[in-house]
């Protein structure tokens, strides 16, 4: 914890008020309800947003309105208990008539911050390369008929003006069709790129997240895509001042650290308006309280008192019992869905008892102290166990040691099953 108090000590940024706020980034598999519950728990001023739930999954062609209501159901909870606060919907669609659809339905249903649609996203199997995401970037005149599509499903289902969400588009700051064609970005993809903006804000949009990398639409897997093509954030940032007082740019990618965000985030030059990162919250959730502290400039006093990451994990706890509780036609989330979360945020501890400065002199000391750590094994133990017993399956016991985390991720195992466990970790391992 002495390293974000000193973060926040030399913050020279801009007042909470006008500060920049932090957005956790659409991730597939990863950013369904649980996990999300979770970064709300540590840090309720940041904005959340849900997987991209593609329209050819929720709302089929051939299927009804009601079939949508399912699913959104599914993904969101009854419409009479929705309590998500700060909540980002992600759109993946081609289709401008089935778009407004459901756009107008789920605003009846539930309440968002923002409605985004996918232009970003180049991997095959989320459909971004050969029919919406990344590929929209190509297609300005139907991105723009899209957004046109969630203004009006928006004015269709919510008749006050002041009280609909915000349209925004996730895209990033260039794209190729292959690996072959990738190159320096230019003058005339930055002319390209702001034609593209300003057809997409006259259909209706007044956010633009812009991963600061180029797509490459074949030729390379989503991982290679978030680490291969070159960050460019002055390309970002002189795109966010042509539209400053226009369209707000949150700028996106490669961002992994609470050093590199305070950084960024004090630069009062910047025409930046948000920041977003994916990976770092997923390899290190519990540094949200972090951004949570940067956000609202807390002070050192109440960061301590306060005690977020325990009562947040203990909050998360509860809620896991809750859902896996539930009678069997009301549960919507299966076990290692509950448990991925918890599993996060052990791999985190481990990692931070396990920190030596001499071995990662460029990365942020842990957040929290071997004492804090320690104090913290308790609460996570008991949460799994309570789980274990809750589903019928037992799990090795361990004592309070330093290596006792290592125990609590071979519990999680039992819960959510080997290969699913072994899975996370490999996927961890790439972030």
């Given amino acids: 914890m002495q390293h974000l108090l000193h973060i926040l000590a030399l913050s020279l940024g801009p007042t909470a008020k006008d500060a920049p706020t932090f957005h956790c980034a659409p991730m597939q598999c990863y950013t369904n309800q649980p996990l999300r519950k979770l970064f709300h728990l540590l840090s309720p001023s940041s904005i959340k947003w849900t997987e991209m739930e593609k329209l050819d999954d929720i709302f089929p062609k051939t299927k009804s309105v009601d079939y949508l209501q399912t699913n959104l159901e599914k993904r969101l909870g009854p419409s009479q208990s929705f309590d998500e606060t700060n909540l980002v919907l992600q759109l993946g669609s081609n289709d401008p008539d089935r778009l407004k659809v459901c756009v ?114 074949s030729g390379l897997s989503p991982v290679k895509n978030r680490i291969i093509p070159t960050l460019d954030y002055d390309f970002v940032r002189s795109i966010a001042a042509d539209f400053k007082g226009k369209v707000d740019i949150t700028l996106n990618g490669g961002i992994t650290s609470l050093t590199q965000l305070n950084s960024l985030r004090s630069d009062t030059s910047s025409p930046i308006s948000n920041y977003m990162a994916g990976r770092w919250s997923l390899r290190r959730p519990l540094d949200l309280v972090g ?141």
């Fill in 291 to 431: 951004v949570e502290g940067l956000i609202n400039d807390e002070s050192s006093a109440s960061l301590k008192e306060t005690n977020t990451i325990t009562t947040a994990l203990e909050n998360y706890i509860d809620y896991a019992l809750t859902m896996a509780t539930l009678p069997s036609h009301k549960q919507r989330f299966t076990t290692a869905d509950l448990c991925l979360p918890l599993y996060l945020a052990v791999e985190q501890l481990k990692d931070d008892w396990d920190y030596d400065e001499e071995d990662n002199p460029s990365e942020d000391p842990p957040l929290l102290s071997y004492d804090e750590i320690e104090s913290l094994y308790d609460v996570v133990r008991d949460g799994i166990t309570s789980l274990q017993e809750c589903c019928n399956k037992g799990g090795k016991k361990s004592k309070n040691s330093s290596n006792a985390y290592k125990l609590i991720s071979t519990s999680i195992k039992s819960l959510a099953g080997t290969k699913v466990v072994n899975k996370w970790k490999r996927n961890r391992a790439e972030l």
């Fill in 104 to 217: 107008e339905h789920a605003v009846q249903s539930y309440s968002f911050h923002e409605l985004n649609l996918n232009c970003g996203c180049p991997a095959i199997e989320s459909g971004g390369a050969s029919t919406y995401g990344a590929s929209l970037m190509k297609q300005p005149d139907l991105t723009a008929s899209l957004v046109d599509s969630v203004r009006r499903g928006l004015e269709a289902g919510i008749s006050s003006e002041s009280d609909r969400p915000n349209i925004s588009v996730k895209c990033r700051i260039g794209v190729f069709d292959d690996s072959e064609q990738m190159r320096p970005l230019d003058e005339g993809d930055y002319d390209y790129l702001k034609e593209y903006i300003t057809a997409i804000h006259n259909a209706g949009a007044n956010h633009v997240v812009l991963h600061a990398r180029p797509a490459i639409l």
